[in-house]
Antibody, heavy 116, light 110 residues
Framework: EVQLVESGGGLVQPGGSLRLSCVGS????????MTWVRQTPGKRLEWVAN????????YYVDSVKGRFTISRDNAKNSLYLQMDSLRADDTAVYYC?????????WGQGTLVTVSS | QSVLTQPPSASGTPGQRVTISCSGS????????VNWYQHLRGTAPKHIIH???QRPSGVPDRFSGSKSGTSASLAISGLQSEDEADYYC???????????FGGGTKLTVL
């Protein structure tokens, strides 16, 4: 059974940093692109970033470019999202998702709240 | 503002058929396949349609999808109370190298 488990969310002040982690199981992690998607308080879904199988290709939505960094460690079946210079509009539930196009499996999400 | 346009709400009574539309442009729906996701509150979003009309294993055949040009739709026939959820369309957008989503449609079973 495919499982994705996120961690690392929490309350952070504007301008602060957080690092999200996701551990995958039940599939060959290094066979798949991985993606971060977030859901805003208004329930809007937004693609944040994706990364190819060996971590060499990465893409970001414009609003996080230069502030967020996606990475992975295939030896640990893990995906990461380093989030710096956080802003109030980054407040969301962040989901770790398998695949680049289909987004076939989602984790339960981890809540990030940016507030003073 | 979401890239793809969906109606914010839809409703139907048990046993009815409802459809949810999704409108995009030539750079997204017009050139890529469409996926649909069901999101029940407190759970992970679930992928119910991919490649416009394909159902993953375990998804009832009451759910069907279609695409024409720069628009797509999700149809749910034989509506059941457990279908009450938020539904999102999505597709790849070549301009951003990432997935774009609709704003979501809240389906209410009356």
């Amino acid at each position: 059974e495919v499982q994705l488990v996120e961690s690392g969310g929490g309350l952070v002040q504007p301008g602060g940093s957080l690092r999200l982690s996701c551990v995958g199981s039940g599939f060959r992690f290094n066979d798949f692109w991985m993606t971060w998607v977030r859901q805003t308080p208004g329930k809007r879904l937004e693609w944040v970033a994706n990364i190819d199988r060996d971590g060499s290709d990465k893409y970001y939505v414009d609003s996080v470019k230069g502030r967020f960094t996606i990475s992975r460690d295939n030896a640990k079946n893990s995906l990461y999202l380093q989030m710096d210079s956080l802003r109030a509009d980054d407040t969301a539930v962040y989901y770790c998702v398998r695949d680049r196009y289909t987004l076939g499996f989602w984790g339960q999400g981890t809540l990030v709240t940016v507030s003073s | 503002q979401s890239v793809l346009t969906q109606p914010p709400s839809a409703s139907g009574t048990p046993g009815q058929r409802v459809t949810i539309s999704c409108s995009g442009s030539s750079s997204n729906i017009g050139s890529n396949t469409v996926n649909w996701y069901q999101h029940l509150r407190g759970t992970a979003p679930k992928h119910i349609i991919h490649a416009n009309s394909q159902r993953p294993s375990g998804v009832p055949d009451r759910f069907s999808g279609s695409k024409s040009g720069t628009s797509a739709s999700l149809a749910i026939s034989g509506l059941q109370s457990e279908d009450e959820a938020d539904y999102y369309c999505a597709t790849y957008d070549d301009r951003v190298n990432g997935v774009v989503f609709g704003g979501g449609t809240k389906l209410t079973v009356l």
